[in-house]
């Protein structure tokens, strides 16, 4: 079930994002891609209180205090991993966010020039998540 709403999700960011190659994920700003891809678990200001993180049966994390439980320096290289899923976060057995490297490799047509803009979007993020900080 919850594999299943997590499926639906990523259809419908995709589907509303209309055709495919039409328009890359990497010309949108870091916010847009996360109030499109994260906030749904991740809670509009990433507080980790999102509609479909209510559903899932382990805590989605609160995404506004990474500088702080990192003892005050975001590690790029290693939340970069975490989203694009080399990195895996396990906290009851599975991971259970989408491997967003993947998802986005394949939506932006599974090529080299894919790979690029997959970075593109992941650092965008990124610096995203750094403005969220409190
Ligand atoms: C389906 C719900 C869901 C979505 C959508 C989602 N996440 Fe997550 N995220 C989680 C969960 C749950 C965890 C905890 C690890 C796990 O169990 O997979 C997590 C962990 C994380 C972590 C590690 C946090 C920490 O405290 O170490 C980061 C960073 C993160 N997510 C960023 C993102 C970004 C960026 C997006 C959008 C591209 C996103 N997440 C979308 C559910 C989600």
Known sequence: MRRLVVTFLLFLNFALAGPAAAQSFADYSGRDLYMRFC??????TGAGDGPV???LAVMVPDLTTLRRRSGGQMNTAQLREIIDGRAVVISHGTRTMPVWGYEFWVE???DMEA????RTIVDQL???LRSLQT
Do not use: D, R
């Open 126 to 128: 990124i610096a995203y």
């Open 39 to 44: 906030a749904s678990c991740h809670g509009v």
């Open 108 to 110: 932006e047509g599974a």
């Open 115 to 118: 790979e690029a803009a997959v």
């Open 53 to 55: 993180g209510q559903g």
